[in-house]
């Protein structure tokens, strides 16, 4: 074979990996909408007003009979979103692993989603109920189709490649959020002028996320292709991707530095999670600002964390990726702290601390993943990213789940925020132990020259 037919086919070869490179970010831009405009300005306010609607006397709602704090509704709907997501994440991970059919698994779970935040439109009234169950069906298919788009990374980007390439899908990602999130606020702050009630406005914010999320799959859905393995694995995923969690983790035992990253992982990534979802419901119910102030105040986070993701990803080129992790980690810590801190009614301090969370929100994100997927055996992408992705949008129960606990047992949502703080401490100490680079060799791969 000639010089000239070799160089032609590798530039083909990258060429074809560009082309999928892009369609994969894509799908940052089509879903990451759905947890700017919906989970994390919208619906954590809105729902727990209609909770608040529908409560008796003393500020409780009584889904399936239990008493639950109206103030605590929307944090306990996400805890219980993740904890679908923990029986289902793992049966499509094991089914992509075995068929290679990752494209059909990702539509169903991604038009699934954007169907359940579409229906969004009608939640009005009292119907906190239904408000909930949308927001469990909407994340848990959420989390599904990550498990499934995450596995493509190390498919479509060679080692060198990783880092910038999850940085760009973070960047993409925040873009659209950004873009949408100004439409979102025109709409708000002049709903009057478009005819519409202050409630319905917010309703259209919601359903547009569902739209939008479907429209934009399309893109990815014709980009990526998948890679097919020898149909003789195929009935193994339907008849144990139930118990494929607890197959993976014992796989996991035989690449113990993995797992420990990933029980890092875990434990901070369950505190950025919980503000992302939360901070909306802080700035409303404890700082008393406005649903245009936080909505403003999201927009900035979504414009600087385009900027964070892409400068974070330059700067792991220098430190490595796990050195830049610790520092967004430390810089969340204090973020926090300064959340504790900040006036009642005094929305440029609220931008101030938003600046902070998005300079640092995208970068720890995006290097998180790209370093896990240098930690993962080749071969079982979507199984490892199925555990993984418990954390992401998975296993971020806890967090959620002990702001919610915060709030009902003190009546402050200051003393809920703080809170978290101890998932960033534990998180860097975890991440500061493990040896990255022995990690990856363990895993059987090529070890990068900076990580």
């Known amino acids: 074979m000639s010089t000239d037919t070799v160089r032609a086919g590798a530039a083909d070869e990258a060429a074809e990996r560009r082309r999928e490179q892009r369609g994969w970010y894509f799908y940052d831009w089509a879903c990451s909408v759905y947890s700017t405009s919906v989970l994390t300005v919208f619906l954590g306010p809105y729902l727990t007003a209609v909770a608040k ?24 709907a996400v805890s219980a979103s993740v904890i679908l997501s923990i029986f289902v994440m793992p049966m499509a991970g094991a089914a992509a692993d075995r068929t290679g059919r990752k494209k059909p698994l990702l539509a169903a779970a991604a038009y699934l989603g954007a169907a359940a935040t579409t229906g969004m439109f009608f939640l009005d009234g009292d119907r906190y109920l239904l408000g909930g169950l949308l927001l469990i069906v909407a ?40 873009l949408v999130l100004v439409g979102n606020l025109v709409l708000f702050t002049a709903h009057d002028s478009f005819g519409v009630s202050e409630s ?93 102030t936080l909505i403003t105040a999201v927009l900035l986070v979504q414009v600087l964390a385009v900027g964070g993701a892409l400068g974070m990803g330059r700067l792991a080129r220098t430190y490595g990726a796990k050195r830049t992790i610790l520092g967004s980690l430390v810089a969340w ?90 998932f960033f401490v534990i998180g860097f100490v975890l991440l500061a132990r493990v040896p990255v680079r022995r990690a990856v060799r363990d895993a059987g791969n090529p070890v990068p020259e900076m990580i």
């Not at 409560?55 to 008493?67: E, I, K, M, R, S």
Request: glycine share 10%; charged share 15%; net charge positive.
């Open 200 to 292: 319905t406005a917010v309703r259209i914010c919601l359903a547009s996320a569902g739209v939008w999320w479907g429209a934009f799959t399309l893109v990815p859905l014709k980009r990526l292709r998948d890679r097919r393995t020898p149909a003789a694995s195929a009935g193994r995923a339907s008849a144990h991707g139930w118990r494929q969690l607890a197959a993976t983790v014992r796989d996991m035992r035989r690449q113990p530095l993995t797992l420990s990253f990933l029980l890092a992982y875990l434990i901070y990534n369950d505190g950025i999670q919980t503000v992302i979802s939360q901070a909306s419901v802080y700035g409303s119910e404890e700082l008393g600002l406005s649903q245009s």
């Open 333 to 422: 810590t204090l973020t926090l702290g300064a959340g504790y801190f900040l006036p009642a009614g005094a929305p440029v301090w609220f931008f101030v601390l938003a600046s902070g969370i998005g300079l640092v929100l995208g970068g720890s994100q995006a290097l998180s993943r790209s370093l896990f997927s240098h930690l993962v055996p080749s071969g079982k992408e979507a199984e490892y990213f199925s555990a993984y992705e418990m954390s992401d949008r998975g296993m971020s129960w806890l967090g959620p789940l002990l702001f919610g606990l915060t709030y009902q047992l003190t009546g402050s949502y200051r003393d809920a925020i703080i809170s978290l703080v101890v």
């Open 139 to 178: 994340n848990a298919s959420l989390a599904v189709s990550m498990v499934l788009y995450n596995s493509y990374l190390p498919q479509i980007a060679p080692p060198e490649e990783r880092d910038a390439v999850s940085s760009r899908g973070w960047a993409f990602g925040y873009a659209a959020g950004s």
């Open 53 to 76: 609607h529908a409560a008796d006397a003393d500020g409780f709602v009584h889904p399936l009979g239990v008493p639950v704090r109206a103030g605590s509704f929307f944090a306990y």
